[in-house]
């Protein structure tokens, strides 16, 4: 990152998204860990089970398994922020999904909290991309690579 202060922001929300992942595995387990044989089977849970048990094994609703191949950067500092805050919105929609879905308090309070985080990500994400901009000298209202152009 070709500004400070957006690098030491980036590891501000990067170690916190860490964090989520682990909220997110903690009630997955809580979730599962009494789960029958036949509840496992009639909950459609059992090609997951025979893979991982009742391990947690990220992976989208859709059942594809996380991979790099999901993390986008173009080392364009404007392009990357931008896909940040793409991301962060899409998070959110996810947790607004999982809310309209689950009925358990116990599920719903910290996916409220994730939600929050996520919105507070999209406003620091912009915060950066606004900084960035303003790096940028007159002749650059394209907004074009500061880091190389």
Not at 61 to 84: N, Y
Not at 115 to 125: D, K, S
Request: hydrophobic share 40%; proline share 5%; glycine share 6%.
């Amino acid at each position: 990152m070709c500004n400070g202060r957006v690098a030491g922001l980036l590891t501000d929300i990067g170690t916190e998204e860490l964090g989520h992942m682990e909220m997110i595995c903690a009630i997955v387990r809580q979730l599962t860990r009494d789960l029958t044989p036949e509840q496992i089977e009639k909950e459609g849970f059992a090609p997951y089970f025979v893979d991982h048990t009742v391990g947690i094994w990220p992976q989208a609703a859709s059942g594809t398994p996380f991979s790099s191949a999901a993390l986008q950067a173009k080392g364009d500092p404007i392009t990357d922020l931008h896909e940040d805050m793409a991301a962060e919105q899409k998070a959110r929609t996810t947790y607004d999904n999982i809310l309209r879905l689950v009925d358990d308090p116990d599920v719903q309070d910290p996916i409220r909290f994730l939600r929050a985080r996520e919105i507070v990500h999209y406003q620091r994400f912009g915060e950066g991309l606004r900084l960035v901009l303003d790096d940028l000298d007159s002749k650059n209202f394209y907004a074009f690579n500061p880091s190389f152009d």
